[in-house]
């Protein structure tokens, strides 16, 4: 829906791109790291997490790639 207002706004891009990859390297950087075994409560890291934290990788790199074609365009 906010795409539609910022159609031609490459700035937007970059921040939704860089948010999108943001959020999918420190989630996948903490999951990594913790070690889940040591928790309380039992956790179980289930596929729909991956897809989920996959999701917005991919809005991440679609939107930097948008925002590289717009910088092509205009230059």
Do not use: C, P, Q
């Not at 829906?1 to 959020?23: C, D, H, P, S």
């Not at 928790?39 to 179980?44: G, S, W």
Request: proline share 0%.
């Amino acid at each position: 829906m906010l795409r539609r207002f910022f159609e031609n706004n490459k700035w937007f891009y970059l921040a939704v791109g860089l948010l999108g990859t943001f959020i999918f390297g420190v989630a996948v950087f903490k999951i990594t790291t913790t070690d889940l075994d040591k928790l309380i409560l039992r956790v179980n890291i289930d596929f729909g997490l991956w897809l989920l934290l996959i999701g917005y990788f991919s809005i991440g790199i679609l939107n930097l790639i948008r925002f590289v074609s717009l910088i092509k365009k205009k230059g």
